[in-house]
């Protein structure tokens, strides 16, 4: 149920880094500055509170930095992953990326994967036309025989 809440908002509302990015960064910096206002109006250990906004906002920053890693670095690894494999191995090219989020990654992995069609495509037209090349050479040569 968490996943496609997240899958949804992420469609619609976070659909870019740079929302990402922002929202990020607005939570980290704003939820302790609120969390900091209103405890200083309501205790009188002002140090206590300062210790345990820091802390707060060393677990939000912590928090944020393995969020951000999941939303950039998860993708790129993936298509990475896909150049790797095509470029060694057993070159298969039947391969696709996994879109991993509705951003600029995921539409990074969709042309990818669109690139990959279409040099098939290129790859299947040039295999035909060698094809029928060597149809048309093995004519001429049984008519010279």
């Known amino acids: 149920m968490f996943i496609q809440a997240y899958t949804n908002l992420e469609k619609h509302v976070?659909?870019?880094?740079?929302?990402k990015l922002f929202g990020n960064l607005l939570f980290v910096n704003l939820l302790p500055a609120i969390t900091l206002i209103y405890l200083s109006f309501k205790h009188e250990n002002k140090y206590f509170i300062w210790g345990g906004v820091v802390a707060l906002m060393f677990c939000i920053s912590t928090g944020t930095f393995i969020f951000l890693r999941y939303l950039i670095v998860r993708p790129v690894r993936e298509i990475n992953k896909c150049i790797i494999n095509i470029a060694t191995g057993e070159k298969d090219l039947t391969i696709n990326a996994v879109r991993c989020s509705y951003d600029e990654m995921g539409d990074l992995a969709d042309n990818f994967n669109h690139f990959l069609v279409t040099f098939r495509g290129t790859i299947e037209d040039i295999r035909s036309v060698v094809l029928q090349m060597s149809t048309e050479v093995a004519k001429i040569t049984d008519k010279d025989k």
């Open 14 to 19: 976070f659909n870019t880094l740079n929302k």
